[in-house]
């Protein structure tokens, strides 16, 4: 039987929490996703702002869209996400003045393309019923293009204002019904020139993934997820901030089929250790159907 076990995610900067991105399946699959994602906290907010006491809550509608197949006879795959926020939030500046508001619009674009160079060939649907995956080799790359709701004189925004690149490695081992999987990545920014009338820039963040999962005969399944990310200092015309980000997050995710080709998946994380802004926890629910 073919599992497709896609996650749609919320993307928030470098803090991806991503099961199965490497998975093996068969190639010329299809698979749209529908999601749903509450964060409550600091969110969606450069660290090097000068503010305090900043609290979001905040709204995503995710559509996302995942095509296989086969290259040089290496299973590939390419992934277009776009998210649609709406959130309400408050804060303090540096003079003690408290500040509320609200934005709603179109995120940031992602899209990824990764291709598993080993242990993943590019099967048929047929060939793939009878293959048993050990362990995989992946890389991908990911781009955010910069289609998301942006205002120059504003301090928090949905849309970043620029381009950004992560390319990515990841390792996927499978022992009978569990499977265990790391990534290690870094994401590349180009400036964002209209900040407040200034240039922004930011140093490569980094960002390391672990996952663990255990699938059951009936295709559900659970796992634990955590992500280590750490750099992505910014500079405001030419001079530093203190804004680098070290923060670890933890959650889990609950996978269920509910029809043929269809499934639903709920995922939690919260930050484990915070040094710098980006405080928050995130609740994700997410529709998947899958056809060929």
Same mark, same amino acid.
């Given at each position: 039987m073919i599992v497709m076990s896609f996650l749609l995610s919320i993307p928030i900067f470098s803090q991806d929490l991503e099961p199965r991105v490497y998975a093996?399946?068969?190639?010329?699959?299809?698979?749209?996703a529908l999601g749903y994602g509450f964060m409550d906290g600091n969110v969606l907010t450069d660290p090097s702002l000068p503010i305090k006491d900043f609290t979001i809550e905040s709204h995503n509608l995710v559509a996302s869209y995942i095509r296989t197949f086969g290259l040089a006879d290496k299973l590939a795959r390419v992934q277009v996400t776009l998210p649609y926020t709406f959130m309400d939030g408050s804060l303090t500046a540096d003079n003690g003045s408290v500040l509320a508001g609200s934005r709603h619009g179109f995120g940031d674009t992602k899209v990824r393309f990764g291709i598993n160079l080993l242990g993943s060939p590019a099967l048929e649907k047929k060939e793939f019923k009878n293959f048993e995956q050990k362990t995989i080799l992946g890389v991908s790359f990911v781009t955010s293009i910069p289609t998301g709701n942006y205002y120059g004189d504003k301090k928090i925004n949905i849309g970043t204002n620029r381009w950004a690149f992560k390319p990515e490695i990841g390792v996927s081992k499978r022992f009978a019904h =569990? &499977?265990?999987?790391? &990534?290690g990545g870094i994401w590349l920014y180009t400036n964002n020139n209209d900040y407040l009338g200034k240039k922004l820039e930011q140093k490569p963040t980094y960002s390391l993934q672990a996952h663990a999962s255990y699938y059951f005969k009936n295709?559900?399944?659970?796992? =634990?997820?955590?992500?280590? =990310?750490f750099g992505g200092e910014t500079i405001t015309d030419g001079v530093a901030d203190d804004s680098q980000i070290d923060n670890w997050r933890v959650g889990g995710t609950f996978s269920t089929p509910v029809a043929k080709g269809q499934s639903i998946k709920l995922q939690y994380h919260v930050g484990a250790y915070t040094n710098n802004g980006l405080n928050y926890y995130a609740l994700t629910l997410s529709y998947q159907y899958s056809f060929f």
């Open positions: 093996n399946v068969a190639k010329d699959l299809n698979v749209v =569990f &499977y265990a999987e790391a &990534y295709n559900m399944w659970i796992g =634990f997820n955590t992500n280590w =990310f």
